[in-house]
């Protein structure tokens, strides 16, 4: 039960990183 829970954390915290790495992109290029 709590890995389940610290498994979705990490996917949560990795798409947060690729949408922030996506609008980082966006506005510089």
């Known amino acids: 039960m709590l890995l389940l829970l610290l498994l979705m954390m990490m ?3 990795i798409i ?3 949408m922030v ?3 980082v992109n ?4």
Do not use: A, R
Request: glycine share 0%; aromatic share 8%.
């Open 21 to 23: 790495i996506t609008i």
């Open 16 to 18: 947060i990183t690729m």
């Open 26 to 29: 966006i506005i510089y290029i």
């Open 11 to 13: 996917i949560i915290i």
